[in-house]
């Protein structure tokens, strides 16, 4: 078995009247607080402002929502959420939520940047933080990860059960937060077994188009991969579609790879494992900082050292894994924590990076 804590993990200017009506629909949990734990203000009010993919996309959203969720088990927390629809609503709805009293305010993905700039200025003594991006503002703090490194063992896991000789990959849209993926991917496939084949990777150019997914991934199989990984949020869960058809009623011989959320059980033996961003952990600990007084503005950084994203323990894959092939993810895994490997974070420097690491 696995041990996964080794190397994966241990998720408008209106008035406020408005802005109350808009939140009407989340969640609000008030419950006692631990024992033990910090004292919280009576209904401390946490906000969550979730980007365009929203809630239910078993992935990025889905992850920062266990993270409130697990908090407010522990703190005595007022939570309401927000679904944003477009783009143009992330600062009414950031807005809404700190002139509703919040004492601190997540803005899920790195589209709300400006919005959450704008929000922080106007409001200095709300706390906020964002996913995905830098904010540079004192009361901000800026949750960021390192994708590329757990991409880097997806793609070596998926290499090392490639029968075929060819993975894909299918990312949402083509900005630089997504090419970290694909080109860890790319690096740990090409590591772990030179002479395979990566196809030309295909972009939804959307985070909740799950029928292009499913189009993109159905493509990718056809050309040969046995194992597609998506980087793609909501849109995504059309690979798990895809594979499920390509395998047909027959042996299954194609594999999805999930990501930020465990998404292994969504197509349960063709999901050969995901790839967690820990955004769960990264919202509970800010909150956790907030009640207990110790919030600080800046970066944080969550890499796989730190349990900030990882893999899954294959537990509805390990006959195709196989114990020879996990222990070698364990032992690439432990030199990218020991600084042994750097994984690159551009597609453009692979090549660089193939040259010098064995």
Partial sequence: MLDTSRFSFRPFGLAAALAFALVGCGDTASKPAAEGAPKATEKTIVGVVFDSGGRGDKSFNDSAYAGVQRASEKFSLDVRTIDSKKDSDYEGNITGLAEQGAKLVFAV???????????????????????????????????????????????????????????????????????????????????????????????????????????????????????????????????????????????????????????????????????????????????????????????????????????TDFANTKDVIGADNMAKIEAVSARIKAGEIVVPEKLADIAAFLAKTK
């Fill in 109 to 311: 993905g790195m589209g709300q940047g400006l919005a959450l700039e704008a929000a922080a200025k106007k409001f200095p003594d709300v706390k906020f933080a964002i996913v995905d991006t830098v904010v540079d503002a004192p009361n901000v703090r800026s949750l960021l990860f390192s994708e590329e490194q757990g991409s880097f063992l997806a793609g070596y896991a998926a290499a090392l059960v490639s029968k075929s000789g060819k993975v894909g990959f299918v990312g949402g849209k083509k900005i630089d937060l997504i090419e970290k993926f694909e080109a860890g991917f790319t690096a740990g496939a090409k590591l772990a077994k030179p002479g395979i084949t990566v196809l030309p990777a295909k972009y939804t150019d959307s985070w909740d188009d799950t029928s292009k997914g499913k189009a993109l991934a159905a493509v990718l199989y056809g050309d040969g991969a046995d194992v597609v990984y998506h980087a793609a949020g909501r849109a995504g869960l059309g690979v798990f579609a895809a594979v499920k058809e390509a395998n047909g009623s027959g042996p299954i011989t194609k594999y999805a790879i999930g990501v930020d959320s465990n998404q292994d059980d969504i197509e349960k033996g063709m999901v050969l494992t995901s790839m967690l961003k820990r955004v769960d952990e990264a919202v509970f600990s800010t909150i956790e900082d907030t009640v207990g007084d110790k919030f600080s503005g800046g970066t944080k950084r969550y890499d796989l050292k730190a349990n900030g994203v990882g893999l």
